[in-house]
């Protein structure tokens, strides 16, 4: 499985930006799909996720639900990260990962896959 994050960039704090994750290789025996970020100095959180499998259910970070929307277009094997209001403290490095364990775990280490990772800052 291979997993490539795009979207980021800098923008104003207010703003919104849109992240991409393109799924490819073979996807049909993932659990979950979900974004982390790591800021400067900080440990890698938990952003949001989803079940790959399908469905309604989303898990966010409780401290950004609200503000990121993460959806999937199943045509494209692709997972967006809809982040509005941007804030500074959102200036972070984000990335998509995917897991064949656990649906909609909030642990990095249930993940089994991991983009690159994208940069997004937000100034004030």
């Known amino acids: 499985v291979q997993l490539q994050a795009s979207g980021g960039g800098l923008v104003q704090a207010g703003n919104s930006l849109k992240l991409s994750c393109a799924v490819s290789?073979?996807?049909?025996?993932?659990?979950?799909v979900a974004w982390f970020r790591q800021a400067p100095g900080k440990e890698r959180e938990f952003v949001s996720a989803l079940n790959w499998s399908g469905g309604s259910l989303r898990y966010y970070a409780e401290s950004l639900k609200g503000r990121f929307t993460i959806s999937r277009d199943s045509a494209k094997n692709t997972v967006f990260l809809q982040m509005n209001s941007l804030i500074p403290e959102d200036t972070a490095v984000y990335y998509c990962a995917a897991g064949r364990r656990l649906r909609g775990s909030k642990r990095a280490q249930d993940y089994d896959y991991w983009g690159q990772g994208t940069q997004v800052t937000v100034s004030s």
């Open positions: 290789g073979s996807a049909l025996s993932l659990y979950s």
